[in-house]
């Protein structure tokens, strides 16, 4: 049977016609180093991270795994008047396919909701596969947090009032890091936000079949992002949950989730399945499936209406979060 694809909203859809030549949806091995030497990473330098002097910007080498590298840690305080009581603190992994990507990538997003919520923010850039295959990059992000934990006060950040989100395998490797710090009995944030998130190994979903070739991360990348993080492991019985939450079999006690994804997008039935999970297990999760979203919309179409409805779903959990 071959599956329709559901369709692009009319919106999104034009902005992945202005994108289709520069952006393939079918990144293969041979296009890692391609992509990591375009334009798009470059770019980057030149963010204004502090948002016009919203926020101060250091960038910080903290303790990584034992016998590993240093953690590079973006950290953005606000410039405003310190409040009565610590700042809550955003602690952001980045997106880019397991792959690509730095601790600036997505964190303007980050920005956005902490100028509005007066929060700090911490990105983790962790070792990127295939080069520094799994676990490498999931206990980066791990030791990230807990010296983010540990420092939090010297911050002006809440250690009680942290949370982590990422963006696609950002959200990916969040997950895996609410799973770590359950099991290791590290700090607990108070919710995990989960972006459109990178969850499930086996590529084996109706949505990853739907949307072969369309849109900006199809079934053929996302082949080859779990490869470089799993090698010949990848699809097979072996998988950890620290590698690909989907594999969890235990999903309860674990902070409170929001996760959104798109229609029309690969990683959609993996998503709904784990918000599902989470609520089969007792706990908490709050679901928006946006329709006629490709992967990442908001980024790439950020006027979009969805997108800006997808941004204020966003905030608005949070402050609901922290009015807790």
């Known amino acids: 049977m071959t599956l329709v694809p559901p369709p692009f909203d009319p919106e999104l859809a034009a902005a992945l016609e202005m994108i289709k030549d520069v952006i393939s949806p079918a990144m293969t091995p041979e296009d890692i180093d391609i992509v990591r030497q375009g334009p798009g990473i470059a770019l980057l330098a030149d963010l204004d991270l502090t948002l016009g002097g919203a926020f101060e910007v250091e960038d910080r080498t903290v303790p990584g795994p034992e016998g ?19 700042r809550p603190l955003v602690y952001h992994v980045h997106g880019g396919g397991m792959v690509l ?16 919520l007066d929060m700090v923010v911490v990105s983790v850039e962790y070792r ?3 080069e520094h295959p799994h676990p490498a990059p999931v206990e980066d992000v791990y030791a990230g947090l807990l010296w983010t934990a540990e420092h939090a006060k010297e911050l002006g950040a809440d250690p009680d009032r942290v949370v982590i989100a990422g963006a696609s395998a950002g959200g990916g490797l969040t997950a895996a890091l609410a799973l770590l710090l359950r099991d290791r009995g590290g700090p607990r944030p108070i919710g995990q936000l989960l972006m459109c998130p990178m969850l499930d190994d086996r590529n084996d979903t109706p949505s990853s079949h739907q949307m072969a070739g369309l849109g900006v991360w199809d079934r053929t990348a996302n082949e080859t992002g779990w490869t470089a993080l799993l090698g010949e492991r990848r699809g097979g019985p072996d998988v950890p949950a620290y590698a690909a939450p989907a594999r ?11 996760l959104d994804v798109g229609s029309a997008e690969t990683f959609r ?28 919309f908001d980024g790439f179409a ?5 997108s800006r409805s997808a941004r204020a779903a966003q905030v608005d959990w949070l402050r609901r979060l922290l009015a807790e």
Do not use: K, M
């Open 248 to 258: 969890a079999e235990d999903l309860s006690g674990l902070p409170p989730a929001f």
């Open 101 to 116: 990507g730095n601790n600036r990538v997505g964190v303007d997003v980050a920005l956005e909701w902490a100028r509005e």
């Open 302 to 306: 950020p006027q979009a209406a969805l």
């Open 68 to 86: 590993a590298p240093g953690v590079s840690l973006l950290i953005c305080r606000p410039t405003s008047p310190v409040p009565d009581r610590p």
């Open 128 to 130: 990127l596969a295939p």
């Open 269 to 296: 039935d993996e998503v709904v399945a784990y918000a599902s999970r989470i609520w089969q297990a007792g706990g908490i999760a709050e679901l928006h499936v946006w329709p006629g979203g490709f992967h990442g």
